[in-house]
């Protein structure tokens, strides 16, 4: 006799409990993200740390007399990168201030469609941040743009930024889906 479905003792049946495999969040695509945001926040943390060596170095040199050209550039600079590869795993994390005074008094419809909503906005407006510090990043290469102080090329900071804003687009393109899969099948139900 042969059975139309999987077993109760199958494997690749779901348990009692346990999600479908359909159920699952994008398992590719969330691990790829989680490890490129990983990435990112580890190279975001040797930034922060360069820029506090970098600072006490020029604080400690200054109290004996010396100074160090171009600190404020560079400082800028790793503050920069420390700041915009962060962003992704922060996103992750959930560890941004979040503003939802009104949207707890909405029902699971109406707030399934403001996460929808606010998640694809947010997706499109740090996709097109990424794109256009990307091309700003050519334009600075294509022109030789160096800094005013150390004369030093500036675009690979830039595409720097442009990486951590499309870390950022990926992990909100993660919450997208995921605010999709639960907000369509409410709106489905309640037509």
């Known amino acids: 006799m042969t059975a139309a479905g999987p077993q109760p003792g199958d494997a690749a049946a779901p348990q009692a409990g346990e999600p ?5 969040p994008l398992p590719l695509l969330d691990t790829f993200s989680n490890i490129v945001n990983r990435a990112l926040a580890f190279a975001a943390g040797v930034a922060l740390a360069a820029m506090m060596l970098f600072s006490v170095t020029d604080m400690v040199l200054r ?11 560079v400082i800028g600079w790793l503050s920069a990168c420390a700041m915009a590869l962060a962003l992704g795993s922060v ?26 909503l606010s998640s694809l906005l947010s997706l499109l407006l740090f996709t ?3 794109w256009f510090v990307t091309v700003y990043g050519q334009v600075l290469q294509e022109s030789g743009s160096l800094s005013e102080t150390l ?4 675009y690979p ?7 951590g804003s ?10 997208f889906l995921r605010a999709a899969r639960h ?3 409410l709106l489905q139900r309640h037509g």
Do not use: N
């Open 20 to 24: 479908a495999a359909s159920d699952k």
């Open 63 to 73: 109290s004996v007399g010396h100074t160090v050209a171009g600190s404020y550039e």
């Open 91 to 116: 996103q992750q994390h959930r560890g941004h201030v979040s503003m939802d005074l009104m949207v707890v008094r909405f029902g699971p419809r109406l707030r399934a469609a403001v996460e929808l």
């Open 128 to 130: 097109t941040v990424a």
């Open 151 to 154: 004369r030093a090329i500036v």
């Open 157 to 163: 900071w830039v595409y720097v930024v442009a990486l």
């Open 166 to 175: 499309a870390g950022l687009a990926l992990a909100l393109l993660i919450d």
């Open 183 to 185: 907000c369509l099948p």
